[in-house]
């Protein structure tokens, strides 16, 4: 068990209602503590690829300062047999103090400030880099694994998470899963459906999806649900339909999933980018608006009500994929993409130009206003925030539990922050 000391830092500028990256004299980016409402910083033993939140028991909605919070990570180390699956407790999260601050504010969060944020983390062995790690929603001491290896892996980590409650309690390290299925070969699509319990789906390069269902007696049972042409880049399952997922594909195609249908064929599918598409994100609040980021370093926006086929005057059918929005602002591959959890409107893109923004797609264009503009670009007006200071972002999630707080993961480590445009 290790625990360390974070530093609270963040490299951010502030312009009027838009926050912007900035460089100082030197060329470094600099510091505006006013654009946050927390900040910190934190590195593990090896690069994290991909995490998820576990829940806690800590309340939902909670927004008193200091914070806590819970998370699982998988590493890619510099040889197989390195490898970790990690469980952190981080606490002592602060508010950022800002000049209008009353004095009585300053003096309530003294005594939590002076010993700063810390964290407690306890991992056990993992055969192979982590691809990706997803926590299951019914159980939030079930987490699934995509190993670099081309096997996924369902573990009991209620170990782990009792070891950092008390970090004298000792682990088994070589824990063995609850499940491993193999593929043919490495994946990074895998999600866990929010409506049907234990219901896991993992898709691979190859374009093999499976979908793993939960039996009585602890068993699982694995059958493919089909396969598309080219990787599974990511997988998101319906918010409301129990049988229905997504996938994402390296030849720019979204398909749609029925796990009730044999036929091993997509129910819907359409062209969404001239690149990849790396990551998809369906909203948990409306079920018909969709998110989609693609290598071409483009996210759009997407109405499901109009994909499929249409049937014009004179009796001739044709497909639709009219796009609700397509935003450019990042220069490189997107990495991340996710909804708010309880904000319909608003969310979160990382991309791999080292960038994390922040969007809120009720906003619309005044014609009768000249745009923002930043770096000789024309700023989106959808656009809140821009936060940055990592280097090569690979996934980010918002707290469903703290409202506003993003968490990412990096090259160079994770930031967990809360800005003063979301809550």
């Known amino acids: 068990?290790?625990?360390?000391?974070?530093?609270?830092?963040?490299?951010?500028?502030?312009?009027?209602?838009?926050?912007?990256?900035?460089?100082?004299?030197?060329?470094?980016?600099?510091?505006?503590?006013?654009?946050?409402?927390?900040?910190?910083?934190?590195?593990?033993?090896?690069?994290?690829?991909?995490?998820?939140?576990?829940?806690?028991?800590l309340g939902d909605c909670r927004s008193s300062f200091p914070l806590s919070c819970y998370l699982v990570a998988g590493s890619q180390a510099e040889s197989s047999n390195q490898n970790k699956l990690t469980v952190m407790r981080i606490d002592g999260i602060s508010e950022i103090k800002h000049e209008?601050?009353?004095?009585?504010?300053?003096?309530?969060?003294?005594?939590?400030?002076?010993?700063?944020?810390?964290?407690?983390?306890?991992?056990?062995?993992?055969?192979?880099?982590?691809?990706?790690?997803r926590v299951a929603p019914f159980e939030g001491c079930v987490c699934a694994t995509w190993s670099d290896e081309g096997v996924v892996n369902v573990w009991d980590i209620s170990s782990l998470a009792q070891g950092v409650e008390n970090p004298k309690e000792k682990i088994d390290a070589s824990m063995k899963p609850l499940q491993e299925c193999g593929h043919d070969t490495e994946g990074y699509g895998l999600a866990w459906s929010p409506k049907n319990q234990f219901a896991l789906a993992s898709g691979d390069m190859n374009g093999m999806l499976n979908v793993w269902d939960y039996a009585e007696g602890g068993s699982w049972g694995v059958h493919t649900l089909g396969s598309q042409e080219g990787s599974i880049e990511d997988i998101q399952w319906s918010p409301n339909e129990d049988t229905v997922l997504a996938t994402c594909s390296t030849n720019g195609n979204i398909y749609i999933w029925d796990s009730r249908c044999d036929d091993q064929t997509p129910r819907l599918s359409w062209h969404a980018h001239d690149s990849d598409v790396n990551v998809i994100s369906w909203n948990p609040r409306e079920q018909a608006t969709f998110l989609s980021g693609g290598d071409d370093g483009v996210f759009k926006l997407w109405d499901l009500r109009n994909i499929g086929q249409a049937t014009d005057e004179h009796g001739n059918t044709h497909h639709t994929n009219d796009v609700v929005g397509d935003f450019h602002w990042h220069s490189a591959p997107i990495t991340s993409i996710e909804w708010h959890p309880t904000d319909s409107t608003v969310l979160a893109v990382a991309g791999e130009d080292d960038q994390i923004s922040l969007w809120d797609t009720a906003v619309e264009s005044d014609p009768q206003e000249n745009p923002e503009t930043f770096n000789g670009r024309d700023v989106p007006p959808q656009l809140l925030f821009v936060h940055q200071g990592q280097s090569n972002i690979k996934e980010l999630h918002w707290h469903p539990q703290i409202p506003g707080l993003l968490i990412s993961t990096a090259q160079s480590g994770f930031n967990i922050f809360k800005t003063i445009s979301t809550e």
């Open 100 to 133: 209008d601050d009353s004095d009585d504010d300053l003096d309530d969060d003294d005594d939590d400030d002076e010993a700063g944020p810390k964290l407690v983390h306890r991992s056990i062995d993992h055969k192979g880099g982590v691809n990706r790690v």
């Open 1 to 57: 068990c290790f625990c360390f000391v974070l530093f609270s830092t963040t490299w951010m500028d502030a312009q009027d209602d838009m926050e912007y990256s900035a460089e100082s004299a030197e060329g470094q980016l600099v510091m505006d503590t006013s654009a946050y409402k927390c900040h910190t910083q934190f590195q593990l033993e090896w690069p994290c690829l991909s995490f998820d939140i576990l829940p806690d028991g």
